[in-house]
Structures are given as structure tokens and as C-alpha cells.
């Protein structure tokens, strides 16, 4: 079991359109029992995932993250939010893929909360740190009934990415091999290992996953090397050896509109045998069993 946070400090990366793929991916091909937590209150992972009239259901009944943060300004027993009734299930516009899928979804109207959520430790009467609502409520043995749990963020470090972080075995960062991209990377190592004292331990990186790679342009172009300067840059977590190259088939991560019954219906397509590239079924495959090796690996698994 892990859990692991998409993170970039940069919105457009692709952290979505990954955590909603690899989750499809472990959930279709894997055949393991996955569950989104979208933290993002842009919603996007939860409508890509369950689409607009399941999201505004559970957005209707207070069964998203926002209110899970709400209730930390009202006594214990006037609390509504319990995590069990928020878990949607059958998520995912990918037949095979929907035993195996679980989102919790976010809400749009947590949009501008992020500064409430600043607040939870001046309002609670149990001194409860803003970072630690959510593991409240997702204890080990809420959490033991998924086999993996992958956390899409918005873009930055605030209060509510950081209560995805605290409970997370580590953290995936997903780039765009572009220097405006790839800037933000000691930024972000430096932030999670300055949050060490506050979490009482390390997060550690699982890797750096490239994401729009285009090289068709030229042979050994910008992309190309940009990878191999992050890969040759000390102090960096290792890049995950598959990359998603910029195609198609992952934009339909985000389309909920267009069902299909297989994973292969939905992400196959071709490679570029000029670029080298790997059709976007078979590349993702590849990161999602790589994602697996690297927990496994990790100290705390
Ligand atoms: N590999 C890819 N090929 C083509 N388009 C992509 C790819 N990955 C992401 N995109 C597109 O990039 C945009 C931003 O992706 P998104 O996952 O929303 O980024 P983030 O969550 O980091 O803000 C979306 O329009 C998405 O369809
Ligand atoms: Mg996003």
C-alpha cells in the first residue's frame, strides 16, 4: 500500500492528466483497488473522473474535501463530513476500469479557501495543525482498503497540499522538459525537506516524470537534453525511465464525455518509431509498474 502526492509548484505540468492515467492504469491493467483524493479545488480530477452530475451530487450533500475542512470550525457534534460516505465509486469513464476505482472528490467552491484552511489551528479547540485534517479522517485502517492511494494537488505548497503530503509515503513530481518547467524543481525539493520538523520525518521523491516530450523536431533537441541535464543534476530524484510523450490520447484523461469499455480504447495509439516514443497504452503501463517497483522499494513500504 502507498499513498503518493502529484506535485508541481507550476499548473499545465500534466499532474492531473497523470494522476487521472496512472490511476486508470493501476485500476484497468493492474487490477488494483485505487483511490484519487483530488485536492485540487479546480476539480479537474474529479470530473475527469466521475463527470459533472456525480461531482455535483456529492458537492450538493457536502460529501467533498471542503467540508471535510468546514467542520474543523464547528464543535465535534455538529460535524457532518465522515470519509466512508465520500468515497464515489466506479470512477472512471473506462469500464475495466471502474471495479477497481475511487475518488474523493474536491469542490470548486473550496476555490479561495485555502487562506480558512491557513486558519484550522487558531480555530480548533484540539490544536489540530492546518496539515493534519485530512489524515484525521484517511486513518491507516480507512486507508488499508485500497491498494494504492495517488493525490492529484494544485499548484503550490499551501495548506491543503500539505495535508496530502503529510500522509503521503512520498511524492511524484511530474515536469514538462521545458526550462520553465524544470526551474521549479529545487524549489520544490527544498520546501518538502524544509517541512521535515513540522512532519516529524522526511517525504521522500519517488522521481521526476517527463511529461510532453516532443522530440520530433530535431534529433537530440531541447527535450532531450533537458532530460538528460535533470538527470545528470546531483541532489535530483531519479527520472522515471518511460516518458509520456505529447500526444492525443492523453488529453482524453481529462474528457469524461468519451466512455470506453478498455484501457487500450482509450489511450492506444501508435508510437512515432522516428521519435522513438511508445504508444501512450504501452507508456503508461511502463511508469504505473515502475511507480509500483519504486514503493516497493520505499523504506516505509
Ligand atoms: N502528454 C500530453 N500530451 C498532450 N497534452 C497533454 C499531455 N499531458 C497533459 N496535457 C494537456 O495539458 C493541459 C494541462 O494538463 P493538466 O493535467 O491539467 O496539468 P496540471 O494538473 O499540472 O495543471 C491539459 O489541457 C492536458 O490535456
Ligand atoms: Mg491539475
Known amino acids: 500500500m502507498a499513498i503518493i502526492s502529484l506535485i508541481n ?34 476539480t479537474n480530477a474529479t470530473i475527469a473522473l466521475v463527470g459533472v452530475a456525480r461531482w455535483e451530487q456529492a458537492n450538493r450533500a457536502g460529501q467533498t474535501i471542503r467540508q471535510m475542512f468546514l467542520d474543523e470550525f464547528v464543535p465535534r457534534e455538529q460535524r457532518s463530513f465522515t470519509i466512508a460516505n465520500c468515497f464515489i465509486p466506479r470512477a472512471s469513464n473506462v ?46 485502517s480507512v486507508a488499508r ?11 503550490s505548497l499551501n495548506a491543503i497540499t500539505l495535508n496530502g503530503l503529510f ?22 525539493l527544498s520546501r518538502v525537506r524544509g517541512l521535515r520538523r513540522a512532519f516529524g520525518r522526511e517525504v521522500p521523491a519517488l522521481g521526476i516524470l517527463v511529461n510532453r516530450f516532443d ?25 522515471f ?19 470506453t469499455r478498455t484501457l487500450q480504447e482509450k489511450y492506444h495509439e501508435p508510437g512515432h518509431s522516428s521519435a522513438r516514443t511508445l504508444p501512450t497504452d504501452e507508456a503508461l503501463r511502463r511508469i504505473a509498474g515502475e511507480v509500483l517497483e519504486r514503493c516497493a522499494a520505499l523504506p516505509t513500504a
Open 95 to 140: 469500464e475495466e476500469c471502474q471495479p477497481h476505482l475511487w475518488v474523493l472528490p474536491s469542490s470548486i467552491d473550496l476555490i479561495g479557501m485555502e487562506a480558512l484552511v491557513e486558519l484550522v489551528r487558531s480555530a480548533s479547540e484540539y490544536r489540530v495543525e492546518p496539515f493534519e485534517v485530512l489524515s484525521q479522517h484517511l486513518t491507516p
Open 9 to 42: 509548484l507550476k499548473g499545465g505540468v500534466g499532474k492531473t492528466t497523470c494522476a487521472v492515467a496512472l490511476a486508470e492504469t493501476l485500476a484497468g491493467h493492474f487490477k488494483r483497488n485505487i483511490l484519487v483524493i483530488d485536492l485540487d479545488p479546480q
Open 215 to 239: 522530440n520530433t523536431s530535431m534529433k537530440n533537441g531541447p527535450h532531450t537534453q533537458i532530460c538528460a541535464q535533470i538527470a545528470e543534476t546531483p541532489g535530483y530524484p531519479p527520472l
Open 167 to 188: 500522509l503521503s509515503d512520498a511524492f511524484l513530481i511530474p515536469v514538462i522538459p521545458e526550462p520553465v518547467s524544470t526551474l521549479g524543481i529545487p524549489q520544490i
Open 145 to 155: 482498503a485500497f491498494d494504492d492511494i495517488l493525490l492529484d494537488c494544485p499548484p
Open 241 to 259: 525511465a518511460t516518458y509520456l510523450s505529447e500526444r492525443q490520447k492523453p488529453v482524453l484523461a481529462l474528457r469524461y464525455e468519451i466512455a
